[in-house]
């Protein structure tokens, strides 16, 4: 069975880097999508980008600019960098899995249990 | 503002039957992408509830159904119980965006 594991700081500066990493368990990264979301406090779900292992990303348009997602085959985990970080990016992010046939296109599972991130000024 | 739109809430009693819709627009659901649902309960991850439309994973219990049509898309939960209140979202592709979104999300209450 699939599980992942999201790890990294808790609190974050404003203008500082956010920096996640996900250890994914119960299967390989090789040959499958692995995506953010992130989830405010009291809101909705925004997708914030997949990176395949063999390296191809996708970028949500709003955070494109200031997002880097890398993996590590060897590592089996994949990681999040979010740039020049401001109080709206306080949140809890989640690292998961993509599924489906078409790349990016298709729905998550499973997901991890999430790490709340505050930006602090 | 999300391209998708569903309803803030929708209640019911137990037992009862209530639906949630997802509307979205020429460029994600009326493009033939897939629809997704997802369950949270708050304080707990989402959990995949139907994908690819209409498609249940196991262990998903058969009272919850969902359809597509045209630019939008239901979920449909029958047999209301007391731990189906939570946040349902639903989930496409935006092929404008080049991008995943998600609904608003719904929250279920039951009376």
């Known amino acids: 069975q699939v599980q992942l594991q999201e790890s990294g700081p808790g609190l974050v500066k404003s203008s500082e880097t956010l920096s996640l990493t996900c250890t994914v368990s119960?299967?390989?990264?090789?040959?499958?999508?692995w995506s953010w979301i992130r989830q405010p406090p009291g809101g909705g779900l925004e997708w914030i980008g997949y990176?395949?292992?063999?390296?191809?990303?996708n970028y949500s348009p709003s955070l494109k600019t200031r997002v880097t997602m890398r993996i590590d085959t060897s590592k089996n985990e994949f990681s999040l960098e979010l740039r020049s970080v401001r109080a709206t990016d306080t949140a809890v992010y989640y690292c998961v899995k993509g599924r489906g046939t078409t790349l990016g296109t298709g729905w998550f599972d499973p997901w991890g249990l999430g790490t709340l991130v505050i930006v602090s000024s | 503002q999300s391209v998708l739109t569903q309803p803030p809430s929708v209640s019911g009693a137990p037992g009862q039957r209530v639906t949630i819709s997802c509307t979205g627009s020429r460029s994600n659901i009326g493009a033939h992408y897939g629809v997704h649902w997802y369950q949270q309960v708050p304080g707990t991850p989402p959990r995949l509830l139907i994908y690819d439309n209409t498609n249940r994973p196991s262990g998903v219990p058969d009272r919850f159904s969902a359809s597509k049509s045209d630019t939008s898309a239901s979920l449909a939960i029958t047999g209301l119980q007391a731990d189906d209140e939570a946040d349902y979202y639903c989930q496409s592709y935006d092929n404008s965006l080049s991008a995943t979104v998600f609904g608003p999300g719904t929250k279920v209450t039951v009376l």
């Open positions: 119960g299967a390989s990264v090789n040959g499958d999508s």
């Open positions: 990176i395949y292992s063999r390296g191809s990303t």
